[in-house]
């Protein structure tokens, strides 16, 4: 799965926000996925960032179906349109892998990972704010 801001940097010069410590949707993020990961049992493999604020993120959940989370992704979906920007969401069933050991590697690392990027691409080019359930 990968939850990724869209547009964020954009948003960020316009309101004046660092990019170095939490901001309103950072950190609104942040808070989000760690009750989800709380909740889910999920593994973090890249982009939690307590410290800075979570621009995106590359999750696996072990043993639950996409459509098992469909209701909380769309929670952190609706929350993040609430504060006035943009997230793409992408959850697809698949092979859980090894532990990512950078970005490149979380993204790309197993077949799924490589399909969840694939689509998160593809929904950004469309316009972003999309939750893909797969």
């Not at 889910?40 to 696996?60: F, I, N």
Request: charged share 30%.
């Amino acid at each position: 799965m990968i939850m990724d801001l869209d547009r964020f940097g954009d948003m960020v010069r316009e309101k004046g926000w660092s990019e170095y410590s939490p901001n309103p949707v950072t950190g609104t993020l942040t808070r989000l996925v760690e009750e989800f990961v709380s909740k889910w049992s999920a593994l973090v493999l890249y982009g939690l960032d307590p410290k800075r604020g979570t621009e995106e993120v590359v999750l696996e959940v072990p043993g639950v179906s996409p459509e098992e989370l469909e209701d909380d992704l769309r929670r952190i979906l609706e929350e993040v349109k609430r504060l006035g920007a943009c997230i793409s969401i992408v959850a697809v069933k698949a092979h859980v892998g090894l532990p990512a050991s950078g970005r490149r590697e979380a993204y790309m690392g197993t077949p799924g990972r490589r399909l969840a990027a694939k689509l998160l691409r593809k929904a950004k080019r469309r316009g972003g704010c999309k939750l893909i359930v797969q």
